[in-house]
């Protein structure tokens, strides 16, 4: 049997980068990036453009309870569909194509199977999900954790931003509190088009990247109170300044990867102190600790490294540290069958690729859990991410989508 | 002669409590503590207070153009009056003795010198001097500066706040931009009674110190401009993390104290990121560096390490670090005869009484330039101070004002 690359089947490169370009326009920001916050009036719009273009596509659009979106395209048989997809939310300092081209580029495939009047076997559907970034409702990749029964939809819910606003009041909000049940249908297979978000595909010159692995995640956010006082009269051994400890757990995080090595990363993203005055020593911190490791015993290990330093720090230095988990992710291995087809394809459509892992948590992860899962990467320019200046080629953009649309004609048909 | 204290004249501790308790309502927190921004409506609140009791005790009320109050009590003689007094501006979790109490201490000596119908040779001047914490508008103790010339009148009024208010516009808003010339009249000598707001009398059970020098000030702020990056999937070895940067500054300067040691302090009260999100490099770190030592030497070998650690920090982390200096004031003497004036009077009131050094910056530092002046502590209890829980023993409290009352009347006679 042919694979389907011999059919000449390509999508419409100008079509794909001019969705990618109109869906950016929605929350755009002065520098040209992104800010799609999940369910803020920015994202609502992104949403609203998606399944516009969902519904001139003919597809059979769901919303389910938690907001997680998927357009069916019906296949000669009924069944689980092979599912494609990811986010259309942003960090507040997003770029263009984080999320958005893997769901954009969904669509590119329907249309271009549309244009060409090619029947699949099995459905085809292309789903976006709900707050995958976590910049304003922990845990990140909420929507498709709550889609596979990872967290409980009451709970999801109930979640709050830092002003205090419930995520189901949001939801509603933008009209996405949807009435599907959440976590039907059953998937057959699920295939995640994403930017690598690093450097490694460029760096190497690669232009596809079959991604097998992802990082174990965890995100703590660490609450330190210590007491106000006055700068200028305060002994240093009198001290309890929760300032100067909430500095002492990010230099420790630094020194923490250095002394793990290998894969470990950390991050202190977030600082507030109390009051931020420059001559009072500050009374409260918060900071968050992001850390990553492809391995679980060596994340582990940095868990239990981190817990000890703060309860040495809180003795030395008289405060009080409290932690609180905002999310846990164990490493993900992707399923070997879909990441070999993402290989094969790619190669059989010229473009040079390699295994690859992900740093990044993505929805792919979670839909792991219920069934076979991987992802394609294209190469990020100079591995930005996360950043109003994240950019990918157009080139690699389209040899993504190719990759995406021959990939699940194969897993379709 | 006598010295006045054989009079047996003293200051009615249940009046001046009271003054106090009354002030202190004007911008109280739910916590107890004090917040009276300078020229917030809380603290033109307090002011209008103050000036209401000074007019009530007969005082000549004088604002001048920077906001500077000063109510004067005429002497059987013109010419420079001996002044007292100190500010009425709070930081934001400040307490209710810091600035009020010398204030109002100082109403207090009037009114007792009212009460027993005593002349003075010399005028007598209780004044508040404008901003003097610095938390709203810096450098600190802005009135005063500009007062003794230290600051010209238009670049102290072009002053903005962190949300770009301006402070000449805010002292129209309060009805503090006066008419007077900021500086005249003369002054004879200049007195400012204070809580201690650090530790050393209450843990030597002394009541009264004679302040006979202050500590150097320097405060920086620090820009740091990194890059904005995704946090899983950036390698450490690549970022270029403002928010580390910013800690490191942080942790530095601990080090930096336990290093230079002696009386060196160091102080990092405002930590903010930019965009202070969990799962993002930070783009952009801004934090404060409080410097202080009584030593002049000392504190240019603290800045300049600071500066080398910095310049090192840049190359290191590939980020651009830019400081910009707030506020610098060179350690300041008082003078001998007024503290030997003060120190022998607590004496013959049967307190006791030991040398002391300021910590904090003082109204009384920029007199000094101008006059002969020294300051009066009292004990704060904990050494708690920029804190709402900042107190002082009431017994204190009255000791405190009698050793003021007759330090003026010999300063006067």
Known sequence: MDTSVASGLRVDRARLLDRLERLAQHGARADGGVCRLALTDADRAGRDQVVAWMRELGLDVVVDAIGNVRGTRAGREAGPPVMTGSHVDTVATGGRYDGSYGVVAGLEVVAALNDAGVETRRPLCVAFFTGEEGARFAPDMLGSLVYVGGLPLEEALAVRDAGGAVLGDEL?????????????????????????????????????????????????????????????????????????????????????????????????????????????????????????????????????????????????????????????????????????????????????????????????????????????????????????????????????????LHTLLELAR
Request: proline share 4%; aromatic share 4%.
């Open 172 to 404: 509603r909000r933008c009209g996405y509190a949807g009435d599907a049940p959440v976590g039907a249908p059953e998937v057959h297979a699920f295939v995640e088009l994403h930017v690598e978000q690093g450097p490694v595909l460029e760096a190497e010159g690669v232009t596809i990247g079959a991604v097998r692995n992802l990082q174990g995640i965890s995100w703590q956010e660490i609450a330190i109170e210590g007491q106000a006082n006055h700068a200028g009269t305060t002994p240093m051994r009198l001290r309890h300044d929760a300032g100067y400890a909430a500095a002492a757990v990010a230099h420790f995080l630094r020194g923490l990867t250095r002394r793990l090595g290998g894969d470990q990363l950390a991050t202190c993203g977030v600082i507030d102190l109390e009051p931020n005055l420059i001559n009072v020593i500050a009374q409260r911190a918060r900071l968050t600790a992001d850390l990553r490791n492809t391995d679980e015993d060596a994340l582990r290990r940095a868990e239990a490294e981190l817990a000890a330093f703060l309860e040495q720090l809180a003795r030395d230095e008289g405060v009080t540290v409290s932690t609180r988990r905002l999310a846990r992710f164990e490493p993900v291995v992707f399923d070997a069958g879909v990441a070999d087809t993402i290989a094969r394809v790619a190669g059989e459509l010229g473009h040079s690729v390699r295994d690859a892992t992900s740093g990044a948590g993505h929805d792919a992860q979670m839909l792991a859990r219920v069934c076979p899962a991987a992802m394609i990467f294209v190469p990020s320019i100079g591995g930005i991410s996360h950043n109003p200046r994240e950019d990918t080629a157009p080139e690699h953009l389209a040899a993504g989508a190719d990759v995406l």
